[in-house]
Protein backbone atom coordinates (compact mmCIF):
# COMPACT_ATOMS: atom_id res chain seq x y z
CA UNK A 1 0.00 0.00 0.00
CA UNK A 2 1.42 3.55 -0.55
CA UNK A 3 -0.34 6.13 0.76
CA UNK A 4 -0.38 9.72 -0.95
CA UNK A 5 -0.51 13.34 0.51
CA UNK A 6 -1.03 16.53 -1.98
CA UNK A 7 -0.23 20.06 -0.34
CA UNK A 8 1.13 23.50 -1.71
CA UNK A 9 -2.03 24.44 -2.76
CA UNK A 10 -3.73 27.69 -2.30
CA UNK A 11 -4.89 30.81 -3.66
CA UNK A 12 -2.35 32.88 -6.38
CA UNK A 13 -3.17 35.36 -9.07
CA UNK A 14 -2.95 35.20 -12.92
CA UNK A 15 0.69 35.03 -13.66
CA UNK A 16 2.08 33.64 -10.59
CA UNK A 17 3.69 30.07 -9.43
CA UNK A 18 3.09 27.48 -6.80
CA UNK A 19 4.65 24.00 -5.97
CA UNK A 20 2.72 21.38 -5.38
CA UNK A 21 4.11 18.36 -3.29
CA UNK A 22 3.18 14.79 -3.10
CA UNK A 23 4.61 12.86 -0.09
CA UNK A 24 4.35 9.25 -0.27
CA UNK A 25 4.27 6.65 2.50
CA UNK A 26 3.95 2.95 2.95
CA UNK A 27 5.53 1.20 0.51
CA UNK A 28 8.01 3.39 -1.26
CA UNK A 29 7.43 5.28 -4.33
CA UNK A 30 10.68 4.20 -6.17
CA UNK A 31 8.52 1.36 -7.94
CA UNK A 32 6.17 3.94 -9.28
CA UNK A 33 5.65 5.84 -12.06
CA UNK A 34 3.97 8.87 -10.60
CA UNK A 35 1.33 11.34 -12.19
CA UNK A 36 -0.49 14.56 -11.57
CA UNK A 37 -4.30 15.02 -12.45
CA UNK A 38 -6.59 17.89 -11.98
CA UNK A 39 -10.40 18.29 -11.50
CA UNK A 40 -12.54 21.44 -12.29
CA UNK A 41 -15.64 21.99 -11.08
CA UNK A 42 -18.25 20.73 -13.53
CA UNK A 43 -15.15 18.93 -15.84
CA UNK A 44 -14.12 15.68 -15.54
CA UNK A 45 -10.46 14.26 -14.11
CA UNK A 46 -7.99 14.99 -16.38
CA UNK A 47 -3.76 14.37 -17.07
CA UNK A 48 -1.50 16.89 -16.47
CA UNK A 49 2.12 15.37 -16.05
CA UNK A 50 3.61 12.54 -15.79
CA UNK A 51 6.85 11.23 -15.10
CA UNK A 52 8.88 7.60 -15.21
CA UNK A 53 9.97 5.38 -12.46
CA UNK A 54 13.68 6.59 -13.33
CA UNK A 55 13.08 10.30 -14.07
CA UNK A 56 14.08 10.09 -17.74
CA UNK A 57 10.80 10.54 -18.91
CA UNK A 58 8.36 13.22 -18.27
CA UNK A 59 5.42 14.39 -20.20
CA UNK A 60 2.59 16.86 -19.86
CA UNK A 61 -0.25 17.87 -21.55
CA UNK A 62 -0.86 20.64 -24.03
CA UNK A 63 -2.61 22.46 -21.69
CA UNK A 64 0.46 22.83 -18.90
CA UNK A 65 3.26 22.08 -21.73
CA UNK A 66 6.39 25.11 -20.97
CA UNK A 67 4.16 26.30 -17.69
CA UNK A 68 4.49 23.36 -15.10
CA UNK A 69 7.17 21.01 -14.24
CA UNK A 70 7.07 17.20 -12.76
CA UNK A 71 10.26 16.11 -10.77
CA UNK A 72 10.91 13.85 -7.97
CA UNK A 73 12.89 13.07 -5.22
CA UNK A 74 13.01 9.35 -4.24
CA UNK A 75 15.28 10.11 -1.37
CA UNK A 76 12.47 11.99 -0.06
CA UNK A 77 9.66 9.59 -1.46
CA UNK A 78 8.18 13.38 -2.48
CA UNK A 79 7.04 14.21 -6.19
CA UNK A 80 6.49 17.37 -7.17
CA UNK A 81 4.52 19.47 -9.53
CA UNK A 82 6.16 23.26 -10.39
CA UNK A 83 3.61 25.39 -11.67
CA UNK A 84 4.36 29.22 -13.53
CA UNK A 85 2.73 31.47 -15.30
CA UNK A 86 -0.30 30.13 -13.82
CA UNK A 87 -3.83 31.25 -15.91
CA UNK A 88 -7.10 31.04 -13.74
CA UNK A 89 -8.49 27.96 -16.16
CA UNK A 90 -5.81 25.76 -14.71
CA UNK A 91 -7.77 26.37 -11.16
CA UNK A 92 -8.96 22.91 -10.53
CA UNK A 93 -8.29 20.43 -7.58
CA UNK A 94 -5.12 18.80 -7.82
CA UNK A 95 -4.42 15.25 -7.46
CA UNK A 96 -1.22 12.87 -7.23
CA UNK A 97 -1.60 9.13 -8.37
CA UNK A 98 1.05 6.40 -8.44
CA UNK A 99 0.90 3.38 -10.91
CA UNK A 100 3.24 0.24 -10.31
CA UNK A 101 5.53 0.10 -13.33
CA UNK A 102 8.15 -3.10 -14.54
CA UNK A 103 9.63 -0.68 -17.12
CA UNK A 104 12.13 2.11 -15.74
CA UNK A 105 10.60 4.77 -18.85
CA UNK A 106 6.96 3.73 -18.27
CA UNK A 107 4.53 6.63 -17.98
CA UNK A 108 0.76 6.62 -17.30
CA UNK A 109 -1.45 9.27 -18.05
CA UNK A 110 -4.45 7.37 -17.76
CA UNK A 111 -6.35 7.68 -14.50
CA UNK A 112 -7.58 3.96 -14.92
CA UNK A 113 -3.86 3.10 -14.59
CA UNK A 114 -3.15 4.59 -11.43
CA UNK A 115 -3.35 2.30 -8.62
CA UNK A 116 -3.00 4.46 -5.91
CA UNK A 117 -4.55 8.22 -5.22
CA UNK A 118 -4.29 11.08 -2.61
CA UNK A 119 -6.97 13.15 -1.75
CA UNK A 120 -6.07 16.51 -3.07
CA UNK A 121 -5.06 20.08 -3.36
CA UNK A 122 -7.36 23.06 -4.33
CA UNK A 123 -5.27 25.18 -6.35
CA UNK A 124 -7.14 28.74 -7.02
CA UNK A 125 -5.76 31.24 -9.61
CA UNK A 126 -7.52 34.30 -9.51
CA UNK A 127 -7.65 37.01 -12.81
Known amino acids: QVQLVESGGGLVQAGGSLRLSCAAS????????MAWFRQAPGKQREYVAA????????VYADSVKGRFTISRDDDKNTVYLQMDSLKPEDTAVYYC????????????????????WGKGALVTVSS
Open 97 to 116: AAASTVRPLTVVTDSSGMHY
Open 26 to 33: GRTSINYA
Open 51 to 58: ISRSSLKT
